[in-house]
């Protein structure tokens, strides 16, 4: 008796563009499926979040901002400026243990470290950014519209945001795996970060000579940035986007560059 065998079909080779786009999808599905697949509201949640700590800001801060803010109503400047930093503070944050979370997937060959760290980064991106645009939408149905007059400047801004929080989540998976008790004074930092990054007040309302230490800051530059794109009236003052992408090139060549000074280690721990 013969056995009929199917036809013989050779394997086609992939280009390694190709391979690592289909590990960053396979990656994007299981990080879609992790965060939100257990959850009833399932992918509501993440714009949902964002909205609940909006409202509680403007519920404890809204009634004085409102009175001392120049240019712009609170909950514009609320929303244009805690998205884009919880955005990245989340991608960076979540890179920590990504080596440990990520340990059977790294099995494949064909995953590597970094893709880990892109798919997650940009689900973070594609989370906040629609987050971003949902409540400026529904923040016209309150009548409180915003200019689109310079809306690229908006886009440079969420990329230079992206882009940063991409550098900064590769040197923060290095410092994760080597570091240990490290990661505890990471989110202590980071608490400083957001009280000193201007998310929740204006700098206009800082005095001299606090305000010249506070600028060294490269996020005050860019959300100060987007926030006078969004509303041209409000006013900004000793703010360099030159400032910020120095910034982002210096922080995206030290992530790439202890990356690549340590791959051998990590890829040794799979």
Same mark, same amino acid.
């Given at each position: 008796?013969?056995?009929?065998l199917?036809?013989?079909?050779p394997i086609?080779?992939?280009s390694?563009?190709?391979?690592m786009?289909a590990?960053l999808?396979a990656?994007l599905?299981?990080?879609?499926q992790?965060?939100?697949?257990g959850?009833?509201?399932?992918?509501l949640?993440?714009?949902?979040?964002v909205?609940?700590q909006?409202a509680?800001?403007?519920v404890?801060?809204?009634a004085?901002?409102?009175r001392?803010l120049?240019g712009?109503?609170?909950s514009?400047f609320?929303v244009?400026?805690?998205?884009p930093?919880?955005?990245m503070?989340n991608?960076?944050?979540?890179?920590?243990g990504?080596? *440990?979370a990520n340990?059977g997937? +790294?099995m494949?060959?064909?995953v590597? $470290?970094?893709?880990?760290?892109i798919?997650? /980064?940009?689900?973070?991106l594609v989370i906040?950014f629609?987050?971003?645009v949902?409540l400026l939408i529904?923040?016209?149905?309150?009548?409180?519209g915003f200019?689109?007059?310079?809306l690229?400047?908006v886009?440079?801004?969420?990329?230079?945001?992206f882009?940063f929080?991409l550098?900064?989540?590769?040197v923060?998976?290095i410092?994760?795996y080597y570091?240990g008790e490290?990661?505890?004074?990471?989110?202590v930092l980071?608490?400083?970060?957001?009280?000193?990054s201007?998310?929740m007040?204006s700098v206009?309302?800082i005095? *001299?000579?606090y305000l010249s230490y +506070?600028m060294y800051?490269?996020?005050? $530059?860019?959300?100060?940035?987007?926030?006078? /794109?969004?509303?041209?009236?409000?006013?900004i003052h000793?703010?360099?986007?030159g400032?910020?992408?120095?910034?982002?090139v210096c922080?995206?060549?030290v992530g790439?560059a202890?990356?690549k000074?340590?791959?051998?280690d990590?890829?040794?721990?799979?």
């Amino acid at each position: 008796m013969s056995i009929q065998l199917p036809p013989y079909r050779p394997i086609k080779k992939r280009s390694g563009i190709k391979v690592m786009l289909a590990a960053l999808h396979a990656l994007l599905m299981r990080e879609l499926q992790t965060r939100f697949g257990g959850f009833r509201l399932g992918y509501l949640w993440a714009p949902l979040e964002v909205f609940f700590q909006v409202a509680i800001m403007l519920v404890i801060f809204g009634a004085v901002m409102r009175r001392v803010l120049p240019g712009m109503e609170y909950s514009l400047f609320l929303v244009a400026g805690i998205i884009p930093f919880f955005m990245m503070q989340n991608i960076a944050t979540r890179s920590l243990g990504a080596v *440990e979370a990520n340990q059977g997937l +790294l099995m494949y060959r064909s995953v590597r $470290h970094i893709d880990v760290i892109i798919a997650r /980064a940009f689900l973070e991106l594609v989370i906040y950014f629609f987050t971003f645009v949902l409540l400026l939408i529904g923040l016209t149905f309150f009548g409180i519209g915003f200019s689109l007059e310079h809306l690229h400047v908006v886009l440079i801004g969420w990329v230079g945001m992206f882009l940063f929080s991409l550098g900064l989540a590769l040197v923060l998976m290095i410092v994760g795996y080597y570091g240990g008790e490290i990661r505890k004074v990471i989110s202590v930092l980071f608490t400083i970060l957001y009280f000193t990054s201007g998310v929740m007040y204006s700098v206009h309302m800082i005095p *001299e000579p606090y305000l010249s230490y +506070l600028m060294y800051n490269p996020f005050i $530059h860019n959300l100060e940035m987007m926030r006078h /794109a969004l509303a041209p009236s409000y006013p900004i003052h000793h703010v360099s986007m030159g400032y910020f992408w120095g910034w982002v090139v210096c922080v995206m060549f030290v992530g790439l560059a202890l990356y690549k000074a340590c791959e051998r280690d990590l890829i040794r721990s799979k």
